[in-house]
């Protein structure tokens, strides 16, 4: 049965079926003056999309190790994560929600016309002319369509988004949850979220008391893309390479952007579960696994 609730913006929020090649996609672009509907919106589909995959957007990184990074330890590789997250303040944050057989939630117009939708949050934390970040990182952004000085000033407070991620509906707080979270080479996605849920607290200085509250925040339902597609034959390389061989197509934005990467990760994800190798996901190993951080 189809469920919707009324949206100040002329439109129902339906979680009936539509799939995404049947419909059009939009990012909902998140600004600190709309992020109070923008929760609440997610607030009411939660409970019909469970899957959420996340990205995140931050300004290169800018502490390096000596060594290799395919020589470091599992120890020498998080305290580099939680060295970079630490120095560094994060500038978007992508959500797509998603139920178990791969529909977004989709807004339906006075028109009857149906747009399927993503959200992109843009964070007012990260100053250009004061914090450290990488140039090529930068520039990189910006050629993607990252505008920073908006987001300084029409930005979201990383604290405020916390506060909301907190009564979502998304998060476990140790608790048994359905919700799946999704990422790929999700180590800085989840480092940075658990940065802003912890109220800007340092990192655990360990990977084990990191991953602990991984799990604690998240549920153990987390799945890493980067981490399955290892075990599945031709599968290696990038999001946009793992996305070309499963054959998904990017549906709206572009690379770079949180929002169009949190919809191409689900996508990819989906298609590894239903499609490439069914039965990964329900492995206990590949469970809660983080890429780069998979312990012994």
Not at 18 to 29: M, N, Q
Not at 187 to 215: G, I, N, Q, R
Not at 225 to 252: F, N, Q, W
Request: with cysteine; proline share 4%.
């Amino acid at each position: 049965m189809a469920v919707a609730v009324v949206n100040n913006n002329d439109m129902l929020i339906s979680s009936s079926a539509f799939s995404t090649s049947a419909s059009r996609v939009e990012v909902r672009s998140v600004w600190a003056h709309n992020l109070d509907e923008e929760f609440a919106l997610i607030r009411s589909v939660v409970p019909f999309h469970p899957f959420v995959a996340l990205d995140t957007e931050y300004p290169g990184v800018v502490v390096a190790s000596k060594n290799p990074y395919c020589t470091l330890t599992l120890s020498q590789r998080y305290e580099l994560i939680r060295a970079n997250v630490e120095a560094l303040r994060i500038v978007q944050a992508g959500l797509t929600l998603s139920d178990a057989a791969g529909n977004l939630p989709c807004a339906i117009y006075s028109d009857g016309t149906c747009v399927r939708y993503v959200w992109e949050f843009n964070f007012r934390d990260f100053d250009i002319s004061r914090d450290r970040y990488a140039p090529s990182s930068v520039e990189l952004l910006k050629a993607n369509g990252i505008d920073f000085q908006k987001n300084q000033v029409w930005g979201i407070d990383s604290c405020r988004f916390a506060q909301h991620l907190a009564t979502s509906g998304l998060l476990s707080f140790g608790h048994f949850s359905s919700v799946s979270w999704v990422t790929f080479q999700g180590a800085y996605d989840f480092a940075f979220l658990v940065k802003m849920l912890t109220c800007d607290c340092k990192l655990p200085k360990t990977v084990h008391e990191f991953l602990h509250l991984v799990h604690f925040f998240f549920g153990k339902r987390v799945f890493d893309v980067k981490h399955l597609s290892k075990h599945c034959p031709g599968l290696y390389g990038g999001l946009e390479r793992v996305a070309s061989t499963v054959r998904v197509e990017r549906a709206v934005g572009s690379r770079h952007q949180s929002g169009s990467d949190s919809l191409l990760t689900w996508q990819v994800f989906y298609q590894i579960a239903s499609r490439v190798n069914p039965q990964l996901i329900h492995r206990p190993e590949h469970m809660g696994a983080v890429f780069d951080l998979q312990l012994p």
